[in-house]
């Protein structure tokens, strides 16, 4: 770090005060100065550049970003690298057919040889971050509007990533925190050449489904394993066979130590997004409206997926991976209004905004600057709700795995506009090779049947969730003549639309011929209904919503400096925004309910308690049954069990999927995937004697890749702690 920003000068000026040892999700760069100390008194043997260094090979070299969403680590110098189940899932799928179920059966590599390409898949580690507050902010005046400060913000910070990596292989970005009060860069490195080395089956990868989704106890080996590779010099280089294992900096050490209850543990990786200082406007929008709407409109999804799944396998393929994407959120968003209202945690929050309209009050210096900004606030959020939730409902009905042939087909707005300006002509062409590589990728997942069923359902649940004036100009008009049963309409739609077929899409994007070929197409039925969705959308909805959100932004970064202001006994950790935090916490069981106690872990005994042949996520394969029943657990054992999953205190949210789970020491003893069910509102209010990160411990995944998979040549790779 070159220099500090006023605004962490204030952070530093705290710094001297009592930490949570569980909540936060805390800057690595910052470790040094905010929270080693800590650190160490909880238990921690590792030095801060230990943990992040740029002079030396540290924990952060061994970390990264594993396609868009999870978190990855180097567990060998040859790059194999270890990530959750669910995280490699659709590479997974990809790989998968009938003929080649690994979803089912599992898939392991037994050379290199046989490792399988992801074209598409990437990871991305972090170089370096370096804080560029003061130059942003220079920027500014005084007054200007939120859409100019945006503008000057985003050409500020894109001036400065370009510089930084100017004649360098690395990419850049820098990203605000602290609700744009303050901005980091981060220089980054991707490596494109990732390939599939061993998976177990669905069956103990995703161990449970959606039931123990979010649930503890839990029996899951969510994990993956894949490795980099590099082209000449171990630069970064696109898929090439002769490319060669990547040979990194650092590796993380993988312990058959186990752990314990009060071990500290640290999670590193990239929390994807939170918000620990809303307003109780905000939880109030989020319990009382927008969750429950849209936890009604995925009921509706999974039970026509799930219904098409268990009657075709070919379906269950195609629909895996947004049938877990559908699935996660609607059971989150169950999670959070529970343990919110548990915590009351609109009333808390109703609480502190109360004290600080007093503290306001009693220091008229603050007037002017901070003085009505509860009040707009409260004049804000009623319509800001209102947009947010017909915004998203556009998407969960439409564009995103709900009548996805509206989705898909929304894309050919794009040849449309392009052909209708003769400027354009030229580029026309190009577009169309884009629109077939989405065809296919669309497609390969697809089912026109499952689809219907969807289209039927959503459109009459997008009618009842929404005021009139979201309706797109065609529900309108088919309200009165079909009286909210669309059946015979929708049959008609996919009966006449070329969209619902991939054969007729390549043949029409074969023949195209200009503005005869839009022609054609926008009377395509399901056409019909892109423009009639993106006219509510994109000409009312978006514009408004983006307008409000800019009103919000800037709102969100006075409430900001006002609760750091207000409230100086406190220290606080940026909101999660999928750049590398690092989290630490304690091994600890937990009260769920009265008179119930969860201890820290769960052990194989409990995967064959839960065995049901007859249900796809219970049905235990069969080796694994025998290995239990011959209590063939090798040195992977502890007092004669298995151990399958542990839980701690470490505060983690989506995106943490894949992180490392280090001991004092900085060796690997599990893998984050997830929280446990009464805890998961931490991504809004943290409660400690709930909140729970939910690991697999990584002596059950060398267990399976040893003794199960028959591929312990992997483990020779590893520094293993003993």
Same mark, same amino acid.
């Given at each position: 770090?070159?220099?500090?920003?006023?605004?962490?000068?204030?952070?530093?000026?705290?710094?001297?005060?009592?930490?949570?040892?569980?909540?936060?999700?805390?800057?690595?760069?910052?470790l040094?100065?905010?929270?080693?100390?800590?650190?160490?008194?909880?238990?921690?043997?590792?030095s801060?550049?230990?943990?992040?260094?740029?002079?030396?090979?540290?924990?952060?070299?061994?970390?990264?970003?594993f396609?868009?969403?999870?978190?990855?680590?180097l567990?060998?110098?040859?790059?194999?690298?270890?990530?959750?189940?669910?995280?490699?899932?659709?590479?997974?799928?990809?790989?998968?057919?009938?003929?080649?179920?690994?979803?089912?059966?599992?898939?392991?590599?037994?050379?290199?040889?046989?490792?399988?390409? !992801?074209?598409?898949?990437?990871?991305?580690?972090?170089?370096?971050?370096?804080?560029?507050?003061e130059?942003?902010?220079?920027?500014?005046?005084?007054?200007?509007?939120?859409?100019?400060?945006?503008?000057?913000?985003?050409?500020?910070?894109?001036?400065?990533?370009?510089?930084?990596?100017?004649?360098?292989?690395?990419?850049?970005?820098?990203?605000?925190?602290?609700?744009?009060?303050?901005?980091?860069?981060?220089?980054?490195?991707?490596?494109?050449?990732?390939?599939?080395?061993?998976?177990?089956?669905?069956?103990?990868?995703?161990?449970?489904?959606?039931?123990?989704?979010?649930?503890?106890?839990?029996?899951?080996?969510?994990?993956?394993?894949?490795?980099?590779?590099?082209?000449? !010099?171990?630069?970064?280089?696109?898929? !090439?066979?002769?490319?060669?294992?990547?040979?990194?900096?650092?590796f993380?050490?993988?312990s058959?130590?186990?752990?314990?209850?009060?071990?500290?543990?640290?999670?590193?990786?990239?929390?994807?997004?939170?918000?620990?200082?809303?307003?109780?406007?905000?939880?109030?929008?989020?319990?009382?409206?927008?969750?429950?709407?849209?936890?009604?409109?995925?009921?509706?999804?999974?039970?026509?997926?799930?219904?098409?799944?268990?009657?075709?396998?070919?379906?269950?393929?195609?629909?895996?991976?947004?049938?877990?994407?559908?699935?996660?959120?609607?059971?989150?968003?169950?999670?959070?209004?529970?343990?919110?209202?548990?915590?009351?945690?609109?009333?808390?929050?109703?609480?502190?905004?109360?004290?600080i309209?007093?503290?306001?009050?009693?220091?008229?210096?603050?007037?002017?600057?901070?003085?009505?900004?509860?009040?707009?606030?409260?004049?804000?959020?009623?319509?800001?709700?209102?947009?947010?939730?017909?915004?998203?409902?556009?998407i969960?009905?439409?564009?995103?795995?709900?009548?996805?042939?509206?989705?898909?087909?929304?894309?050919?707005?794009?040849?449309?506009?392009?052909?209708?300006?003769?400027?354009?002509?030229?580029?026309?062409?190009k577009?169309?090779?884009?629109?077939?590589?989405?065809?296919?990728?669309?497609?390969?997942?697809?089912?026109?049947?499952?689809?219907?069923?969807?289209?039927?359902?959503?459109?009459?649940?997008?009618?009842?969730?929404?005021?009139?004036?979201?309706?797109?100009?065609?529900?309108?008009?088919?309200?009165?003549?079909?009286?909210?049963?669309?059946?015979?309409?929708?049959?008609?739609?996919?009966?006449?639309?070329?969209?619902?077929?991939?054969?007729?899409?390549?043949?029409?994007?074969?023949?195209?011929?200009?503005?005869?070929?839009?022609?054609?197409?926008?009377?395509?039925?399901?056409?019909?209904?892109?423009?009639?969705?993106?006219?509510?959308?994109?000409?009312k909805?978006?514009?408004?919503?983006?307008?409000m959100?800019?009103?919000?932004?800037?709102?969100?970064?006075?409430?900001?400096?006002?609760?750091?202001?207000?409230?100086?006994?406190?220290?606080?950790?940026?909101?999660?925004?999928?750049?590398?935090?690092?989290?630490?916490?304690?091994?600890?069981?937990?009260?769920?309910?009265?008179?119930?106690?969860?201890?820290y872990?769960?052990?194989?005994?409990?995967?064959?308690?839960?065995?049901?042949?007859?249900?796809?996520?219970?049905?235990?394969?069969?080796?694994l049954?025998?290995?239990?029943?011959?209590?063939?657990?090798?040195?992977?054992?502890?007092?004669?069990?298995?151990?399958?999953?542990?839980?701690?205190?470490?505060?983690?949210?989506?995106?943490n999927?894949?992180?490392?789970?280090?001991?004092?020491?900085?060796?690997?003893?599990?893998?984050?995937?997830?929280?446990?069910?009464?805890?998961?509102?931490?991504?809004?209010?943290?409660?400690?004697?709930?909140?729970?990160?939910?690991?697999?411990?990584?002596r059950?995944?060398?267990?399976?890749?040893?003794?199960?998979?028959?591929?312990?040549?992997?483990?020779?790779?590893?520094?293993?702690?003993?």
């Amino acid at each position: 770090m070159k220099r500090i920003s006023i605004f962490l000068a204030i952070l530093i000026s705290l710094s001297s005060l009592v930490l949570r040892a569980d909540e936060g999700m805390w800057i690595p760069m910052l470790l040094d100065r905010f929270n080693i100390d800590i650190m160490h008194r909880e238990g921690c043997k590792l030095s801060a550049e230990d943990i992040y260094s740029i002079n030396q090979a540290s924990i952060k070299d061994a970390v990264m970003i594993f396609g868009g969403g999870c978190t990855a680590e180097l567990i060998s110098g040859e790059g194999l690298l270890i990530t959750n189940h669910h995280c490699g899932y659709r590479s997974i799928q990809r790989h998968s057919s009938l003929g080649h179920d690994y979803l089912t059966d599992g898939f392991w590599a037994m050379s290199g040889e046989e490792e399988l390409p !992801n074209p598409g898949l990437k990871v991305t580690f972090l170089k370096r971050m370096e804080d560029v507050t003061e130059v942003v902010l220079s920027h500014l005046t005084p007054g200007i509007s939120e859409e100019k400060r945006q503008e000057i913000v985003r050409q500020v910070s894109d001036s400065l990533a370009a510089a930084t990596i100017k004649g360098t292989r690395y990419t850049a970005v820098v990203k605000p925190f602290y609700q744009g009060n303050q901005y980091f860069l981060f220089v980054q490195e991707v490596f494109e050449d990732v390939r599939l080395v061993g998976a177990p089956p669905s069956s103990i990868g995703k161990f449970g489904g959606d039931t123990d989704n979010w649930m503890w106890p839990r029996h899951t080996g969510d994990f993956s394993l894949f490795r980099i590779y590099a082209g000449e !010099n171990n630069i970064p280089a696109p898929y !090439n066979p002769a490319n060669k294992p990547y040979h990194p900096a650092k590796f993380l050490p993988v312990s058959l130590k186990g752990i314990h209850p009060g071990d500290f543990t640290i999670v590193m990786g990239y929390p994807g997004s939170t918000s620990e200082y809303v307003p109780s406007y905000h939880l109030k929008m989020l319990v009382e409206d927008l969750y429950p709407k849209l936890i009604a409109v995925r009921d509706k999804k999974l039970e026509i997926l799930n219904a098409a799944a268990a009657n075709d396998p070919a379906i269950r393929i195609k629909y895996a991976a947004k049938n877990a994407s559908i699935s996660n959120s609607w059971k989150r968003w169950k999670g959070e209004i529970n343990g919110l209202n548990k915590l009351d945690a609109i009333g808390k929050k109703q609480k502190y905004e109360e004290n600080i309209l007093i503290w306001l009050y009693n220091h008229p210096e603050m007037q002017d600057k901070y003085g009505t900004l509860l009040a707009r606030y409260k004049k804000l959020y009623p319509q800001y709700g209102q947009y947010l939730l017909a915004r998203n409902m556009v998407i969960e009905v439409f564009f995103r795995y709900g009548a996805e042939v509206v989705g898909f087909a929304r894309q050919f707005r794009t040849l449309e506009n392009m052909a209708s300006g003769a400027e354009n002509a030229s580029q026309t062409g190009k577009v169309i090779i884009r629109l077939k590589q989405a065809l296919r990728r669309f497609y390969r997942d697809y089912s026109p049947a499952v689809d219907e069923q969807l289209f039927k359902v959503l459109l009459k649940t997008y009618e009842d969730n929404l005021d009139p004036a979201f309706y797109p100009p065609l529900l309108t008009m088919i309200r009165s003549k079909y009286h909210g049963n669309y059946g015979s309409y929708i049959h008609k739609i996919y009966r006449k639309t070329m969209f619902a077929d991939s054969v007729k899409v390549i043949a029409f994007l074969n023949g195209f011929k200009g503005e005869q070929s839009i022609k054609k197409m926008k009377k395509d039925p399901v056409y019909q209904w892109v423009m009639s969705v993106d006219d509510i959308y994109s000409g009312k909805i978006v514009p408004e919503f983006e307008k409000m959100s800019k009103e919000k932004a800037r709102l969100d970064r006075l409430y900001m400096q006002l609760q750091m202001t207000y409230d100086t006994s406190k220290v606080f950790y940026p909101d999660a925004n999928f750049t590398m935090r690092v989290t630490y916490g304690k091994v600890k069981g937990y009260e769920p309910r009265d008179a119930v106690w969860y201890k820290y872990y769960t052990t194989l005994k409990g995967v064959i308690e839960k065995d049901n042949p007859q249900i796809y996520d219970y049905n235990v394969p069969e080796k694994l049954k025998v290995l239990y029943e011959n209590k063939d657990y090798g040195r992977y054992a502890e007092n004669g069990e298995l151990h399958v999953c542990f839980i701690a205190t470490n505060h983690t949210t989506g995106g943490n999927s894949g992180s490392p789970v280090l001991d004092a020491e900085g060796n690997l003893v599990g893998i984050n995937f997830d929280r446990a069910w009464e805890g998961v509102m931490s991504d809004l209010m943290f409660n400690p004697g709930q909140c729970r990160n939910i690991s697999l411990d990584i002596r059950y995944a060398l267990f399976l890749i040893d003794k199960y998979a028959g591929a312990g040549y992997l483990l020779d790779e590893m520094n293993i702690v003993e």
